[in-house]
């Protein structure tokens, strides 16, 4: 096995460890906060609906299926986003510098004898 593959697979195990560990302090962090309000192991409907939330994280054999059912519910939830509504935009009007631009160009392409009117600006 090549070293740079050893390493990888060692910050690999090490990042999985630690995922593990966090979920375990975290599940028994939502235990502890349940059994101070004394709720039972069956799954109950607390007082409060944080309690009621808790109560379902820690629960044995549904707090498994908590998260995706969480998520879920959050997705669903979620405000959709408006479509942009298709306007046509006004044309620029053209600043004072492009109006002499303009004519300048114009005075370029036409014969010599010929005048470009002009307006006051």
Do not use: W
Request: proline share 7%.
């Amino acid at each position: 096995m090549s070293f740079a593959k050893k390493h990888n697979k060692r910050g690999l195990k090490k990042m999985q460890d630690n995922d593990t560990k966090a979920m375990s302090a975290r599940a028994e962090a939502f235990k502890a906060l349940v059994k101070l309000k004394e709720v039972q192991k069956s799954l109950l409907t607390g007082s409060s609906c944080k309690l009621s939330h808790l109560s379902y994280i820690a629960h044995t054999k549904l707090g498994k299926y908590a998260h995706a059912r969480i998520v879920k519910g959050l997705r669903l939830c979620r405000p959709k986003a408006k479509k942009a509504r298709l306007r046509p935009r006004p044309k620029p009007r053209p600043g004072p510098q492009l109006q002499l631009h303009l004519q300048f160009r114009l005075q370029l392409r036409l014969p010599k004898g010929v005048q470009v009117p002009t307006k006051a600006l």
